[in-house]
């Protein structure tokens, strides 16, 4: 057995925010609970595991037939700079904070560091994963990283839900942690700020009304949607902005440039790209991991200046409604009718 202390020691030396450890089980709760929300619809087709078998995506031993623990992780990625819009004739859309950099590949390196040290000292497999395609809620759930907001996020309780979240799945035998015992309480305040009510109830969200999920949708957005899309370009993070978990988080300095995209980019710029300008451009962000749809991206572009409304953007979307892309066209005179 490993001293699961030497690993969250040397994961602290290596800069991980913070280290759980849990069993390899399937975690066979989650997996009935995708389904079941699945079978109801409210899952979009875009989403890249939408295909995969989800009693897999629930149980690593998908991955590690051998495995025996998950080293679970988590890291902080809230910065202290301004959010910055774009000046007039030139308004930016706006980037989810997760995504100002590509925080899941430097977490991914930190676990990556963390496994050779491991493996240095005893013969073990481990395969690391961030953002990977394993169910990483309920391992960060189960291992006490945190615990389910209503949100569906996870919430730690030094950084709230700020974090993005890694795991190293291992033969290693490591005794395991609790999971938290803590919970949202009475709190409903991301059930009521969510501007698209995708929140159906605590812990379920309508994914087809998320603009989160939407951001990677390609199609024609149902009007009461793209009016509270505002200028947003990828991702939304109303129900964090306003959790009460989030509020008491400290604000650090970056502590990685990987894939740094910024706060936000111009809408017009996004819109007189190619997707090779684009994936060049943006490169190493999860903005242009490979199930990225650049089109929808381009969509979200075109939906955001319809809610700014500047008046010198409308040359470039009156020619976007002559668009040979149908969902383009009909989202360009969307969005000049907005105005
Ligand atoms: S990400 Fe945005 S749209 Fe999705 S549930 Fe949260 S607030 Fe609602
Ligand atoms: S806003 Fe309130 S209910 Fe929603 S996740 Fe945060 S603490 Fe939980």
Redesign the pocket.
Known sequence: MIDAQVIKTLGKELGIDEIKITTAEPFGRAAARIIRQKKAGLYLNSERWHHRNIEEFCDVWSVLSTAKSIIAACQCYLTDEPIDTGAPGDPHGLVARYTWRNHYSDLKKRLQMLATSIKERQSVECVVYSNGVIAEKPIAERSGIGY??????I?NKRF??LVVLGEIVTNADIEPDSASNA?????????E?CPTRA?IE?YVIDRRRCIQALTNWYGVLQDDIARVWENRLYGCTT??D?????HHVKAGRPRTDIGYVGQSISLLEILTMDEAQYRKKFTGNQMTARWINFKAIQRNAIIALGNVRDKKTLPTLEKLTKSSDPVHAHSAQWAINNF
């Open positions: 389910y907001g209503k949100n569906s996020l919430i709230g839900s919970d949202c309480g009475e709190c409903l305040e991301c059930i700020a929140i605590p129900c964090q306003v959790c009460p978990a989030n």
